[in-house]
């Protein structure tokens, strides 16, 4: 049974999802104006680890992640390099599914981009100015937030709360509101920046009405969980659940999740403190599969911290665990003991997807087959609990000529052609394979 822990109700409650054995999930992807920063990379891998434990358990997933393909930073940064806003947001979406994809991040069931759905965009403002929830003013439309029950709920704040936050403000915008709390649905266009044309002029959505809109046309006015970086929950997801409760009537999500920050070096990462990252850059030095190890098997809601020793510590475990694979099989195995772990890991992981007592389990198991203990049978499970944090090795090119050399060598220790055994040994040894005679035969181990 998993437990998730609900940012609504601040509690561990028990899954139980609106269709039997199945997932419909949505998780806030980013805004395409630059690379994705250690941040970003953060939620994606974590909610990712999410939607792989749900499959690992039998469940049919259906995971949507958008791209914020036009919004003010998407128009300044496209002007400030002379390209339209379109093409910078081809230009870093792509960059994002080459990350992704060097992260070991499954494809999303969709990735839903905002130019795309515009018509539905201005259909569901429509709706909320029909139904009351939403006024025009001098071509822009905003949400009455006083008009929805328990506004900002999800981030544990009141209306009064913010009403005095929001005391003495004065920005231009203010005097196009009824009240100050009110948020933009649509944006009457500046000159010169990309619009659309709608009923109240042409112009283009508020950020946090597209979520809302392609969450509710792929998923339905009801999903299961709504996901994203802990920095979402106000204003972002307070404003999606407003707007979407008073279009639909009905419950937004059913569970609400949120990932921790990163820090870089114990400092909360900056440009201005010159510790903000990309991976688009990081993974020049560092290689995407230990990058997700390090992401995957912490807690998700727990904030981490980035250090050059966390990396490192990273690469060695996850060499460790890919040797563990490289060991003989044997022809027996306890099997009572095989699905202890099994057990141990799906209690782990079933408790909020604690991915950190997750990888413990893991870890004991590993110690338990290099003791001997290696089945086909237990190599299968071994493998399939690896591939929830996104590891999986496989038997590529270069292990094949490995152990093409490797049966070579065999053949001259059995003539005694040592100098040829030796000179194959020292051969892998430049490539960084290590050779390890035992009683069951010869592995080979990374070294």
Request: proline residues 3%; charged residues 25%.
């Amino acid at each position: 049974m998993i437990k998730i822990y609900d940012t609504m109700t601040r509690s561990l409650r028990k899954f139980v999802p609106l269709t039997e054995n199945v997932v419909n999930m949505y998780v806030c992807g980013p805004t395409v104006y630059n690379y994705i920063h250690i941040g970003n990379a953060r939620s994606a891998v974590a909610f990712d680890t999410i939607r792989r434990y749900f499959e690992y358990t039998g469940y049919k997933v259906n995971y949507v992640s958008n791209f914020t393909d036009v919004d003010d930073k998407i128009i300044k940064a496209a002007a400030k390099v002379g390209v339209t806003p379109k093409d910078l947001a081809d230009r870093f979406i792509t960059a994002f599914m080459e990350d992704a994809k060097a992260l070991g991040i499954k494809p999303a069931t969709q990735n839903p981009r905002v130019m795309d759905y515009m018509a539905e965009i201005i259909s569901f403002v429509h709706d909320l100015i029909e139904k009351g929830f939403a006024y025009e003013s001098a071509g822009d439309v905003y949400f009455r937030v006083v008009k929805s029950e328990h506004y900002a709920k999800l981030a544990n704040k009141t209306l009064a709360d913010l009403e005095a936050g929001a005391s003495g403000r004065t920005d231009t915008e203010i005097v196009l509101k009824e009240n100050p709390l009110d948020f933009a649905l649509w944006k009457s266009a500046k000159p010169g920046e990309i619009y659309w044309d709608s009923p109240w002029g042409p112009g283009r959505p508020g950020w946090h009405i597209e979520c809302s809109v392609m969450a509710t046309e792929i998923l339905g006015a009801t999903i299961d969980i709504h996901g994203g970086g802990a920095d979402l929950e106000f204003p972002h997801h307070t404003n999606e659940i407003a707007q979407s409760e008073a279009k639909t009537g009905h419950t937004f999500a059913n569970y609400w999740m949120h990932n921790g920050f990163v820090n870089v070096e114990n400092e909360k990462m900056s440009k201005s403190l010159g510790n903000f990252v990309t991976v688009h850059d990081m993974l020049k030095t560092v290689n995407g599969q230990v990058l997700r190890f390090f992401l995957a098997t912490q807690q998700y809601r727990k904030p981490i911290n980035f250090t050059e020793k966390a990396i490192h510590d990273a690469e060695v475990n996850l060499k460790y665990l890919k040797n563990t694979l490289q060991q003989p099989l044997t022809e027996r195995v306890d099997e009572q003991q095989l699905q202890t772990f099994v057990a141990a890991f799906k209690e782990a992981m079933n408790d909020d997807f604690n991915a950190a007592n997750g990888i413990t389990v893991v870890f004991d198991m590993a110690k338990w087959i290099n003791s001997g203990h290696y089945t086909n049978g237990v190599k299968a499970a071994f493998e399939k609990i690896l591939s929830v944090f996104g590891i999986v090795f496989e038997t590529d090119t270069l292990d094949l000529e490995i152990e093409t050399l490797i049966a070579k060598r065999q053949e001259a220790r059995a003539i005694h052609d040592f100098a040829t055994a030796d000179a194959i040994r020292n051969q892998l040894a430049d490539q960084g394979i290590k050779l390890l005679d035992t009683k069951e035969g010869v592995r080979w181990i990374r070294d």
